[in-house]
């Protein structure tokens, strides 16, 4: 049975890890008995993200790992909620298929995290978010019940799609303790080219946005970067200033070149080695303040440009996923200094924009100043129905009420 220490010795504790939903649904309702709410914890790649979580119990999930079964037929696939990105790309490379989610941060993250978190990253243009991607799961609720929500098969399901409530819940309406994922034919050739933007910003954004409407092509992936990101992700061209676009483009030799032809519309284009993906999602620092912000397709160049400035000037850097209209803003943050939580107060009040703000890591005495996404009173009454006493994750988005 896989154990973890918790504390140092002598002041540590030993524990069993659960391995199955039954033993994740005892420790749940033993938490609930003795009023020790749990943090739920996979990899522990991205507890620093969210609200802070205000319990010292931890649930880890370590030990919840594994494919279970694999439909090569169908596309579909399943497995244990602590199964690490890398595995599940090892194993369907081998058929020809893959996960088509590659959310950032490291593929040592695991399955369960990703879809909690409802985690996205490039791919999001062509693949969709998680929500897209998730059939079906096992959950354990906050009174140590364990539900399925979904299927193991493309949409036959009916009543309440608690599949889609359970991703980017954070863990406060159950554990996920397996999960059923759809799969995408991994395509034969998958290329990449940089386009640096003439003029403007602003006009290169709503140039690449109509192409993006236009072409026939459509590309796996299209991420504007701005000038600082490209110049840490060891591109050229984006000197003065200058974003450039990154375009991952997937499919058969034909298609592929057709889909080249079409993107040097937009101007110049150099061909990149696929795994600026890669740095791409694992690029920012620990600890790194990161804001979402959403836009219009009408008003994306105006924000990127606004936005991009005020980034760049405190040492940051950004980038947008033009097909979603999401503009993710990283800033480098030291630690706990008074200091530096005002100066990145002073960041977040200029990072505005007419859709949505998403704030995912800050340094924590600032959450308080930030509105919480899950507070509402129909938002209470979910979670209040799936745990009760509060028992999963406590705080993590919103407010102990
Ligand atoms: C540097 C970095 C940057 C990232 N940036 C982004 C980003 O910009 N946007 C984004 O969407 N994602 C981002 N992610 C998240 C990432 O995509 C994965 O979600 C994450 O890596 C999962 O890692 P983990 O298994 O270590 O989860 P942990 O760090 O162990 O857990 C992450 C969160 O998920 C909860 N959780 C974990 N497992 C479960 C489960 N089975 N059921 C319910 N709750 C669970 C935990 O309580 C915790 O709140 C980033 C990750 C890293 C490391």
Redesign the pocket.
């Known amino acids: 049975m896989a154990r973890r220490t918790i504390g140092t010795p002598p002041l540590s504790v030993t524990l069993a890890l659960p391995e199955s939903a039954e033993a994740v649904a005892a420790r749940v309702r033993d938490a609930r008995a003795g009023r020790t709410p749990l ?9 620093d ?2 609200r802070p979580c205000h319990t010292a119990g931890e649930l880890s ?1 370590a030990a919840l790992r594994g494919v279970t079964e694999y439909e090569r037929g169908d596309f579909t696939i399943t497995m244990r ?1 602590a199964t690490p990105l890398a595995e599940i790309d090892a194993v369907t490379a081998r058929e020809g298929q893959w996960l088509a989610l590659q ?4 593929a040592d ?2 399955i ?3 879809i ?5 990253g490039p791919l999001a243009s062509a693949y969709g978010t998680p929500r897209d991607q998730l059939l079906g799961c096992e959950v354990v609720t906050g009174v140590g019940e364990v539900i399925r929500a979904g299927g193991r098969v493309v949409k036959n399901v009916a009543g309440f799609d608690l599949t889609r409530l359970m991703t980017g819940a ?2 406060t309406l159950g ?2 303790t397996d999960v059923t994922l759809r799969l995408r034919a991994r395509p034969e050739v998958d290329r990449t080219l940089v386009v640096v933007a003439e003029g403007g910003a602003d006009a290169f954004c709503s140039a690449a946005w109509q192409w993006l409407r236009a072409s026939p092509y459509a590309p796996l992936a299209a991420e504007l970067c701005s000038a600082a990101l490209a110049t840490r992700l060891g591109l050229e061209g984006g000197g003065e200033g200058r974003p450039l676009l990154l375009v991952r483009l997937g499919g058969n030799e034909a298609f592929v070149r057709a889909a080249e032809e079409s993107v040097a519309a937009l101007g110049a284009t150099t061909e990149v080695s696929a795994d600026v993906w890669a740095r791409l999602r694992t690029l ?1 620092p620990a600890g790194s303040t ?1 804001v979402r912000l959403g836009a219009l397709p009408s008003t994306l160049g105006a924000v990127w440009s606004a936005v991009s400035d005020v980034v760049e000037r405190s040492g940051g850097w950004t980038h947008a996923t033009l097909e979603r209209g999401v503009i ?1 803003c990283v800033v480098p943050t030291a630690d706990g200094t008074q200091e530096e939580s005002a100066r990145i107060r002073g960041i977040i009040d200029q990072l505005n924009a007419p859709g949505s703000r998403v704030v ?1 890591r800050l340094p924590a005495p600032l959450w308080e100043a930030i509105a919480a996404p899950a507070g509402d009173r129909l938002s209470s009454a979910v979670r209040r129905t799936f745990d009760p006493d509060g028992v999963l ?1 406590p705080g ?1 988005l919103a407010p102990l009420s």
């Open positions: 943090r739920i914890t996979a990899a522990r790649q991205w507890l993200a969210g999930l909620a959310p950032f941060g490291s993250g695991t369960g995290a990703t909690a978190t409802a985690s996205w954070w863990g554990v996920i920012e990161v993710r995912e994750n993590i």
